[in-house]
């Protein structure tokens, strides 16, 4: 199947720095990449919708000047979390959906942010 | 809007038990339905998933069944192993796009 990686894994950065974590798409095109954060013992929220070519649509209550995006190609999207603090700290994750007619979407193994 | 439940875990089972994760969603319209599984240290893989009204879905001894008059589309298996050990989540999408709303997710741990 289709795979998708980020980078990095995990992070660890000192309060207000800006972290960037990338999401890839490796074996196919994704003119949409989807983030979505996830709190411990708690569901997937989306936080936004990476548009290739286009600004991203953000889901009500996520900053956008917080949390930045960018689809700068066909196969990658960034997230930059700026000025960073201790409650950003979360697992950070990233998908793409594939081409079926079923809505499968292709996930990334995450990203485990911590701000101290 | 679109909202998934499911029970709240985590789920411990001996090997060879019999396995029920309840979940029932609030949606408009028809919306098609999927559980994906996050095995320790991984990225959301997709179980099964089912599209419409009755439909089955199934995977690696899996099964869920799309219930619409009961809104439901709860996961089945009917031994599972120490590798299944995981997290589960039931999830939905509507609207013809490709957005997923997803439950709490839930922790099964499966014992010798």
């Known amino acids: 199947g289709a795979v998708v990686s980020q980078h990095p894994s995990r992070v660890i950065c000192k309060s207000g720095t800006s972290v960037k974590i990338e999401c890839r798409s490796l074996?196919?095109?994704?003119?949409?990449m989807f983030w979505y954060r996830q709190f411990p013992k708690k569901s997937l929220m989306l936080m936004a919708t990476?548009?290739?070519?286009?600004?991203?649509?953000?889901e009500q209550g996520v900053e956008k000047d917080k949390f930045l995006i960018n689809h700068a190609s066909l196969t990658l999207s960034t997230l930059t979390v700026t000025s960073a603090h201790p409650e950003d700290s979360s697992f950070y994750i990233c998908?793409?959906?594939?081409?079926?007619?079923?809505?499968?979407?292709?996930f990334g193994p995450g990203t485990r942010l911590t701000v101290l | 809007g679109d909202s998934v439940t499911q029970m709240e875990g985590p789920v411990t089972l001996s090997e060879e038990a019999f396995l029920t994760i309840n979940c029932t969603y609030t949606?408009?319209?028809?919306?098609?339905l999927f559980w994906y599984v996050q095995y320790p240290g991984e990225g959301l893989q997709l179980l099964l998933k089912?599209?419409?009204?009755?439909d089955k879905g199934s995977n690696k001894g899996f099964e869920a069944t799309y219930r619409k008059e009961t809104t439901s589309f709860h996961l089945e298996k009917g031994s599972v192993q120490v590798s299944d050990s995981a997290v589960y989540f039931c999830?939905?999408?509507?609207?013809?796009?490709?957005?997923?709303?997803f439950g709490t997710g839930t922790q099964l741990k499966v014992e010798l």
């Open positions: 998908s793409a959906p594939g081409h079926g007619s079923y809505n499968e979407q292709f």
């Open positions: 074996d196919f095109q994704a003119t949409t």
């Open positions: 990476s548009n290739e070519g286009s600004k991203a649509t953000y």
């Open positions: 949606a408009t319209g028809y919306p098609s």
């Open positions: 089912a599209t419409k009204a009755d």
């Open positions: 999830a939905l999408s509507s609207g013809g796009g490709n957005k997923l709303t």
